[in-house]
């Protein structure tokens, strides 16, 4: 079996037990279940407070489309609030509430206990074996993007 096979069949199993973790759901905290995709979303607005919906779908890598429906979801929850941005009228920033405050600190907490395993597997490795994972990374993710413009022709 050629390298290539086998690394990219390693990485489908791994990308599938992935997906397979992102529909689990936590509470982290709230006593609401909340996705993984909700609570990164909760994440990254609470990384940048006043993030508008078009910077945050560029930095989660989704449409502003689903951007948009994901922060009506938490709005409805009531983890997030839409506001008026200060530096636009046309332009909504987000924040999170209180609700939404706890559910950040609970995934922070949650990615520190979790995230032992995964410091562990990255403290062994030296910084140019790093280097090359990140390398090898990033290039999947460029792949990945070129085969969706090629999709979208």
Known sequence: MSKYIEIAQTL?????????????????????LLTQKEIHTIQLIGQYP???????????????????????????????VKKQSQVSEAE?????????????????????????????????????DLQVVMHFIESIEKILDAEKLKGEK
């Open 12 to 32: 489908e199993r791994v990308i599938h037990k992935y997906n397979k973790n992102e529909e689990l759901k936590r509470t982290y905290g709230t006593g609401i």
């Open 50 to 80: 006043h993030i508008g919906i078009v910077e945050l779908a560029e930095r989660q890598g989704v449409t502003k489309g689903a951007t948009s429906q994901m922060v009506k979801k938490l709005v409805e929850k009531g983890f997030v």
């Open 92 to 128: 909504i920033c987000l924040e999170l509430t209180e609700l939404g405050q706890k559910a950040f600190e609970g995934h922070a907490e949650y990615h520190q206990s979790a995230g032992k395993q995964w410091k562990e597997v990255i403290n062994q490795m030296s910084e140019a």
